[in-house]
């Protein structure tokens, strides 16, 4: 947690393709790694999280991976449909493990 | 619906003024936490509340502070406002005030425009 890097900042593929952002943590502590979606006008909501005792975790067509030795954690996204159109956020806890830091975010943008 | 309530939706101020963004968190929830979004800066920590007590701090400016009431529900206030201030500020509630325990429930926002 504490300082979470998010790329890409923008990602643009065809329905049907495959999307992957991912995210770098600093705190080696960190053991819960989450994914926000927020759609346009939205508030963010939860879509998948991974904490740091498992390597993988898939909920339909959306999977989250960790490698805690690099320290960074990765969305995907397959078969993507316009509805994924979004910013995705990924985040890690604080130092404290209280609350949770935010990336910057990736706006995906699915075109049929 | 999250079940977190945030008023007012939208504000417009001048330069120098004060405001103040309330906030209800989800019925049973004790933590509440506010972020602000702007448009290149993503999602950013401001300050988060547990039963009345703050618990952390993060990219909070001097001229802002927060409390949580009694009943729970907190209330941010932004003073001296700047310009740089315009940016949507989000309320957020969890159960037990710890990141990695469960979902966080967002509020619909307060669009904050300076002029």
């Known amino acids: 947690g504490e300082n979470v890097e998010q790329h890409p900042s923008t990602l643009s593929v065809q329905e049907g393709d495959s999307a992957v952002i991912k995210c770098t943590y600093s705190?080696?502590?960190?053991?819960?790694f989450p994914w926000y979606k927020q759609e346009l006008g939205k508030r963010p909501q939860l879509i998948i999280d991974?904490?740091?005792?498992?390597g993988e975790k898939k909920d339909q067509r959306i999977a989250v991976t960790l490698n805690k030795t690099a320290k960074h954690f990765s969305l995907h996204i397959t078969e993507t449909q316009p509805e994924d159109s979004a910013v995705y956020f990924c985040?890690?806890?604080?130092?404290?493990?209280?609350?949770?830091?935010f990336g910057k975010g990736t706006t995906l943008s699915v075109s049929s | 619906d999250s079940g977190v309530t945030q008023t007012p939706k939208h504000l417009i101020t001048a330069t120098g003024q004060r405001v103040t963004l309330r906030c209800s968190p989800r019925?049973?929830?004790?933590?509440v936490y506010w972020y602000q979004q702007s448009l290149d800066q993503g999602l950013q920590f401001l300050i988060q509340?547990?039963?009345?007590?703050?618990?952390a701090k993060g990219n909070i400016l001097e001229r802002f502070s927060a409390q949580q009431f009694p009943d729970l529900h907190s209330e941010l206030n932004l003073s001296s406002l700047e310009l740089g201030d315009s940016a949507l500020y989000f309320c957020?509630?969890?159960?037990?005030?710890?990141?990695?325990?469960?979902?966080?429930?967002f509020g619909e926002g307060s669009r904050l425009t300076v002029l």
């Open positions: 957020a509630s969890s159960v037990d005030g710890m990141a990695n325990t469960g979902e966080l429930f």
């Open positions: 705190d080696s502590a960190s053991n819960y």
């Open positions: 991974i904490r740091s005792n498992v």
């Open positions: 985040a890690a806890p604080n130092q404290a493990g209280t609350a949770l830091i």
């Open positions: 019925s049973g929830d004790l933590s």
């Open positions: 509340y547990y039963n009345g007590e703050e618990r």
